[in-house]
């Protein structure tokens, strides 16, 4: 076979390679340098080597200070307290626009005072700075002057990924720079009160229309009137991240939507949402989404006070979830919903019995415990997924461990799942350890991670006891897995050098 010899380009992108494998990549001060000296070895390292050290920046001071000298003055690496002394002209900035080349991802915590950047906007090719950018988080708040507006100068038609949290009025930028997003994939703003695009819906739905290549998009407190816009966005068919001031214009939302080829949906608001209306959501879902097409699910309810007029009996049921189990083709399902979940060995039959390709399954409570609805689900109705679940690899749910698991002998043997990993229990009590251990150990033989709720927190005496008794069961689970990894292995061992000890004992009797 003839072997290629390598180009000298090759050589110097693998021994580039090799460095950022020595040397920890980020702001580690011993990968810059080594970068930065080799850059200076030979002009054929330069380029590689700059381009590495320059592609991901975490602020504009390093880009700033490759102007002259004499230029400007600021108090070491704090771009707020630059101050320019006299009128930059083209050739000033020649040196920052040729590095501005190889910068990819910025992540601008703050700009300098307001002189510099319309300074710095009226030397820049087609107003833009960095114009090889593809992802920036401008994060950019101040009280002294609006910031929005100056984030014209990064963006740059390579840009994909655009993540915003900035002080001002939005209106301008979303009426005057939707083309310049029009190759954007990911998306998300966030602007500090009084201004947000729920008091601008209009130019909201004006920015919206340029996103042509959006894959997802994540706007605080958007309105419905924005929503019929998101539906006519074609690369935005098939994943959708909403974060929702409330739950109860759902329903509205949907039908604006009209989304039929959906398969991923994620949902987060920070208020509370009783059972009605998140079953109101699911029907919304049967309705409106195919549903051999959906594969997740994820709705997130994290309010920052409960009602006082909150009970048990807004838990989540069988009836709430209902409508979802319709949707056949589920791989993960990610539901953490203030309200809590009510359920028995048989809701969660059914809900293993319709989701036979889920991966991941999370039922999840609320870290307050006081406000957790009495889960009916025993350690046995787990083996319902090992039944009908192969693929399921992390399962989160609350559970009733008063009553013990039925001795591993009367299990079985065809009802187990080599698959499942973690197991997320929140909240439940284990009050027989050793009985749990060796029955999960044999439904789930893969299964070495048991995870709860208060392993974090200050917790009182019968939380403690609750944790220590899972920590004893997933002791004697990791075991478990231990001994079987070494009984496979023996066994690999044993039957490849069967046949080399029947050999010798054929030869010793010749």
């Known amino acids: 076979m003839t072997r290629r010899a390598l180009e000298i380009p090759e ?34 390292f330069a380029t590689d080597c700059l381009a590495r050290l320059w592609s991901s920046q975490r602020s504009l001071s390093n880009f700033l200070r490759l102007l002259p000298d004499e230029c400007y003055t600021m108090d070491d690496y704090n771009v707020q307290t630059m101050t320019l002394k006299r009128t930059l002209t083209a050739k000033d900035v020649e040196r920052p626009m040729l590095y501005a080349a190889w910068i990819k991802e910025m992540r601008c915590e703050c700009l300098p005072p307001a002189p510099v950047c319309d300074a710095l906007s009226h030397h820049t090719i087609h107003g833009v700075m960095l114009h090889s950018l593809s992802s920036l988080q401008y994060n950019v708040s101040s009280a ?17 990924t655009l993540h915003i949290t900035a002080h001002g009025d939005s209106t301008s930028f979303l009426t005057t720079h939707g083309d310049r997003c029009a190759n954007v994939k990911e998306f998300s703003m966030f602007t500090v ?3 947000t695009p729920a008091n601008t819906s209009t130019a909201f739905n004006s920015f919206l229309r340029h996103l042509t290549q959006i894959h997802t998009i ?9 929503f019929g816009q998101l539906a006519a966005l074609p690369t935005l068919q098939t994943d959708l991240q909403l974060r929702l001031s409330s739950f109860k214009t759902t329903g509205k939302i949907l039908k604006a939507l009209d989304m039929p080829q959906l398969n991923s949906i994620e949902m987060d608001s920070v208020f509370y949402a009783k059972a009605d209306v998140i079953r109101a959501i699911f029907q919304g879902f049967q309705e409106q989404l195919q549903t051999k097409q959906l594969q997740a699910i994820r709705i997130d309810t994290d309010p920052d006070t409960v009602p006082n007029n909150f009970s048990t ?7 709430s979830i209902e409508p979802l189990l319709t949707f056949t083709s589920l791989t993960h399902v990610d539901l953490r919903l203030n309200a809590g979940f009510e359920l028995s060995n048989h809701c969660v039959a059914r809900v293993a019995e319709a989701w036979p390709l889920i991966e991941t399954l999370r039922l999840a409570l609320p870290y307050d415990t006081r406000h957790a609805a009495a889960s009916a689900i025993t350690i046995a109705g787990l083996q ?25 002998n009367s299990i079985d043997i065809f009802a187990h799942q080599d698959r499942l990993r973690i197991l997320e229990v929140g909240i439940s ?28 927190s200050n917790v009182i005496r019968d939380e403690f006891d609750a944790v220590s008794g899972w920590k004893f069961v997933e002791t004697q689970l990791k075991f478990g897995v231990k001994v079987r ?3 496979r292995l023996l066994g690999q061992l044993h039957g490849s050098s069967l046949p080399a000890l029947r050999e010798k004992d054929d030869s010793d009797e010749d």
């Open 11 to 44: 050589i110097v992108r693998l021994i580039c390679d090799e460095i950022e494998e020595q040397h920890s990549i980020g702001d580690n001060p011993s990968f810059s340098s080594v970068l930065a000296s080799t850059a200076r070895v030979s002009p054929l």
């Open 144 to 160: 002294e002057h609006a910031t929005l507006p100056y984030i014209s100068l990064f963006l740059a038609s390579t840009l994909h």
């Open 193 to 195: 009160e009084p201004f």
């Open 218 to 226: 994540d706007v605080d407190s958007m309105v419905c009137a924005s």
């Open 313 to 319: 009996h807004d838990a989540i049921t069988l009836q």
């Open 384 to 408: 319902t997924f090992a039944c009908n679940c192969p693929h399921l690899e992390t399962l989160g749910v609350s559970l009733d461990g008063s009553v013990e698991p039925p001795e591993v």
């Open 429 to 456: 009590v284990v009050r027989y350890p050793e009985s749990a251990a060796d029955f999960l150990s044999a439904v789930f033989p893969a299964l070495n991670k048991i995870e709860t709720y208060w392993e974090c």
């Open 485 to 487: 990894k070494r009984e």
